[in-house]
């Protein structure tokens, strides 16, 4: 399933390298095919919506945006104690995604001169989820209470239609909650391109986040500029660090509960002690006996996953910072002390009782996290990922004056006489 390898230095960075390599090339094929269902969509709206929702889903739903009462009524009709986890899980979200938010400013000088920043939210958000084996209502809650404390007038919510035309009802459940404003039964990259463009009954969105399948993910790749998005997402991945100090039923654990995401997930184990992932090993082996996607598991493990025994932690410190994981769990003993030194991973795990899954519902922090890579310079999603900002100037004529001739000289410099003159001009006889 997963060889263990000893790290040398050069072995272990060349099985890594390996594996990045499983984000690949984006398919040419699904390229084109995007590209020519946005197109569509751009020029014949919703009837060419309806059309690839026929092709793609079966039927398409004779009403397609979902109403308020059916909201409700999804909320109503729940498990009552899913509906109480998921209001315990939105006050977590909402704790702690309501302490990024910024303040407009004005800083006011002592020569009349104004400057300012002022911070407001984008005005509509399309949000995409996926409703079929892939349905997570945990997603709604991560992507809209964001977007609702950021001040986002309206979040639009496409999701496709199930076989018989409905909507998936713990999809509706966490909609209402998490207080989105309009569903529309529709998926696919026809779904992002009518968000991104408008049709005669969706409206136009600022930008689209939410995850999806690779049709959905390239579509907001090319629509990028038309509309904002929140990031191509790569397949899932974790890295654990451990030492002696760790449980291998828990280091098992948590591997797998990443690889049943997808074939194309990487679960990585790094150790300073063989024998702990010789366990592990066993654990894994032990433990996915049990488990309903064994074999999604077993695949991603087998072609994705990696089990590296590092000389020291400051090795495996370094290889985590190059890795840049999604996920970084860091079962060490006084795992506080290395939180410092770990510069790059979209979300950190400290301990043994703070596994990935937490944070994937529960805790607050996002679960929208940069992949393949890319926590090196992306951020996880959260309320700054909804707002814009503007800044803005008042001179009074004094203060321009005093300003003159710096302006005009690096004007003159960049050879731009027209800059210059619009400062001149102001001054001249």
């Known amino acids: 399933m997963i060889d263990i390898t000893i790290a040398d230095g050069i072995t272990e960075k060349t099985l890594l390298q390996n594996l990045r390599q499983r984000s690949g090339e984006i398919d040419k094929k699904v390229t084109t095919a995007v590209t020519d269902i946005l197109e569509n969509v751009k020029v014949r709206g919703d009837e060419a919506v309806r059309e690839y929702t026929v092709k793609f889903d079966g039927r398409c739903p004779e009403q397609t945006e979902i109403s308020r009462q059916q909201m409700e009524e999804a909320v109503a009709q729940a498990d009552p104690r899913f509906v109480q986890a998921l209001r315990n899980a939105m006050e977590n979200i909402r704790a702690f995604h309501s302490r990024q938010k910024q303040q407009s400013?004005?800083?006011?000088?002592?020569n009349g001169v104004l400057m300012g920043q002022r911070?407001?939210?984008?005005?509509?958000?399309?949000?995409?989820?996926?409703?079929?084996?892939?349905?997570?209502?945990?997603?709604?809650?991560?992507?809209?209470?964001?977007?609702?404390?950021?001040?986002?007038?309206?979040?639009?919510?496409?999701?496709?239609?199930?076989?018989?035309?409905?909507?998936?009802?713990?999809?509706?459940?966490?909609?209402?909650?998490?207080?989105?404003?309009?569903?529309f039964l529709m998926g696919g990259a026809q779904a992002v391109g009518a968000l991104a463009y408008g049709t005669e009954t969706i409206p136009k969105v600022d930008k689209i986040v939410g995850p999806g399948n690779i049709y959905v993910a390239t579509a907001k790749r090319i629509l990028y500029g038309t509309v904002d998005i929140d990031m191509i997402a790569g397949p899932s991945e974790i890295l654990?660090?451990?030492?002696?100090?760790?449980?291998?039923?828990?280091?098992?654990?948590?591997?797998?509960?990443?690889?049943?995401?997808?074939?194309?997930?990487s679960s990585i184990l790094l150790t300073t002690d063989r024998a702990v992932a010789e366990a592990t090993l066993l654990e894994l082996k032990r433990q996915m006996e049990t488990l309903s996607r064994k074999e999604i598991i077993e695949q991603?493990?087998?072609?994705?996953?990696?089990?590296?025994?590092c000389r020291n932690i400051d090795e495996m410190v370094a290889l985590a910072n190059e890795l840049a994981p999604e996920h970084l769990e860091v079962m060490l003993e006084n795992p506080m002390s290395y939180l410092g030194r770990l510069d790059n991973a979209g979300s950190v795990f400290l301990g043994q009782y703070a596994p990935e899954p937490l944070g994937d519902y529960y805790a607050g922090p996002n679960h929208v996290l940069p992949t393949s890579g890319t926590a090196r310079f992306f951020s996880p999603l959260g309320v700054d990922s909804f707002i814009k900002k503007s800044s803005y100037i008042y001179y009074t004529e004094d203060a321009l004056?005093?300003?003159?001739?710096?302006?005009?000289?690096?004007?003159?410099?960049?050879?731009?006489?027209?800059?210059?003159?619009?400062?001149?001009?102001?001054?001249?006889?």
């Open 119 to 183: 911070i407001r939210g984008l005005k509509r958000v399309g949000l995409y989820v996926p409703g079929g084996t892939a349905a997570y209502p945990s997603s709604v809650l991560m992507n809209a209470i964001p977007a609702k404390i950021a001040g986002v007038e309206e979040v639009i919510m496409v999701t496709p239609p199930l076989k018989d035309g409905s909507a998936n009802p713990d999809i509706l459940t966490a909609a209402a909650l998490a207080g989105v404003d309009r569903i």
């Open 105 to 110: 400013f004005i800083d006011a000088q002592p």
């Open 401 to 429: 004056l005093k300003a003159k001739e710096d302006i005009v000289c690096i004007a003159e410099r960049e050879q731009l006489t027209a800059h210059a003159n619009s400062i001149k001009v102001r001054f001249a006889d």
């Open 240 to 265: 654990v660090m451990a030492d002696s100090s760790a449980n291998p039923k828990f280091l098992a654990a948590d591997l797998m509960s990443q690889a049943e995401h997808d074939v194309l997930a």
């Open 300 to 309: 991603s493990l087998t072609n994705y996953g990696a089990m590296i025994v």
